[in-house]
């Protein structure tokens, strides 16, 4: 302090015009020679490369320059580099995450796992880099928003990058109705492939078989494109499918649901649980789902279909019952079935839930307490049932 208060007391304008004279000079060169350097790197290496030579010539450039006017000033080197240094070790104590963040973009950089200009995926941020700084990596989303990931956080993470190999594979999930023949999909479907432009036929598409779903056939379709056409050929394929399914008459099923409704009522039977009744004209449907345990399922599913149903189905109310497996639906260790009942009437149902569904519940009950439940938005006339 003593020394900065001897120099400004001993001023020299001689100083002071040698220094704004080196400032106005050296910056403008410092600044052209970080360009010049960052496009040559970038034109024999990689953008990244240059961006990161370009900011080493520059603060290198940049640290001659402060010496330099500090020698002009007339201060001592010596004394201010030793209490740089024990400030520095201070510095180095208090600011460990920042140290971290810098030995990590090191890493980084030596590993090459993505560079700027990549699009990356680090958890669920989807971006391109901008650059990798010493502290972080800058990326912007594809909604145009900015965000700043500290290096050591990445370094840490699954990191994806999506464009570091010229080709990607596109996989298309393509279903058909039952009756189809599965022969005649996969021609079709591979010669939508070969006459599209964008797919490529080295590697070739490969039409992979996914499973029996509730409703269709399903297949997986992989189709292989240039990195950069990645979005047309998603955009281009899925017409050509459905167009040419409609040309061949190959049929896409889709789910159907039917609602039935029978004004606002809803009533009340013993324990509380609410019935309603869905209906639409004369008919009326009623779905009963069940979780049963998977150690009583054979004895239960077989005492259901020679006595429950057939008792529900003497009370004269219904016309049919359907059973159904909802795998989706059951809790651990146990199965769930649903029981669809086509009633003849609303009035029928309702009938049959004031005089002979707490009967039937209550044997259920007395047989096979404790041994199932209902999910609270699943039907279930045996214990906690609501329509919706």
């Known amino acids: 302090m003593n020394m900065f208060i001897e120099w400004y007391s001993n001023i020299d304008m001689d100083v002071v015009i040698r220094l704004v004279v080196i400032v106005a000079i050296v910056m403008p060169l410092l600044m052209v020679l970080r360009t010049a350097v960052s496009q040559l790197v970038s034109e024999h290496y990689s953008l990244h490369y240059g961006l990161l030579a370009g900011k080493i010539v520059f603060y290198i450039g940049f640290s001659i320059l402060v010496v330099t006017l500090l020698h002009e000033m007339g201060f001592s080197l010596g004394p201010i580099l030793g209490t740089a240094g024990i400030v520095g070790i201070a510095i180095g104590f208090a600011s460990q995450t920042t140290v971290s963040n810098i030995i990590s973009g090191f890493f980084l950089v030596a590993e090459k796992s ?39 956080m990445l370094l840490r993470s699954q990191v994806i990058n999506i464009t570091r190999f010229p080709i990607r594979r596109v996989e298309f999930k393509v279903s058909v109705a039952y009756k189809e023949d599965m022969g005649h999909i996969r021609k079709v479907l591979l010669d939508v492939a070969d006459k599209n432009p964008v797919a490529l036929q080295e590697p070739a598409p490969l039409l992979i078989f996914d499973g029996f779903g509730s409703s269709s056939i399903d297949f997986v379709f992989n189709v292989w494109c240039k990195r950069e056409e990645f979005l047309d050929l998603r955009n281009t394929l899925y017409p050509d499918i459905k167009k040419r399914f409609d040309e061949e008459g190959i049929e896409i099923p889709f789910p159907h649901l039917s609602l039935y409704k029978l004004g606002n009522r809803t009533d009340s039977v013993s324990g509380g649980a609410a019935h309603s009744a869905r209906g639409c004209g004369e008919m009326t449907i009623y779905q009963v789902q069940v979780n049963i345990d998977e150690a009583i399922e054979k004895e239960w599913f077989a005492w259901m279909r020679a006595t429950h149903i057939p008792d529900v189905l003497e009370t004269g109310h219904f016309l049919s019952c359907r059973i159904a497996v909802h795998q989706e639906h059951a809790e651990a260790g146990r199965k769930s079935y649903s029981f669809i009942y086509t009633c003849k009437s609303a009035t029928d149902l309702q009938a049959y839930l004031e005089g002979h569904a707490p009967a039937l519940r209550d044997d259920h009950t007395k047989r096979y307490s404790g041994r199932f439940s209902a999910s609270r938005q699943i039907m279930d006339v045996l214990d906690d049932v609501s329509f919706e």
Do not use: A, C, Q, Y
Not at 114 to 140: P, W
């Open 114 to 152: 993505f560079e700027v200009g990549d699009i990356i995926s680090v958890n669920d941020t989807v971006g391109v880099v901008l650059s990798i700084d010493s502290l972080s990596v800058k990326i912007r989303m594809f909604d145009n928003r900015f965000m700043r990931i500290p290096n050591e």
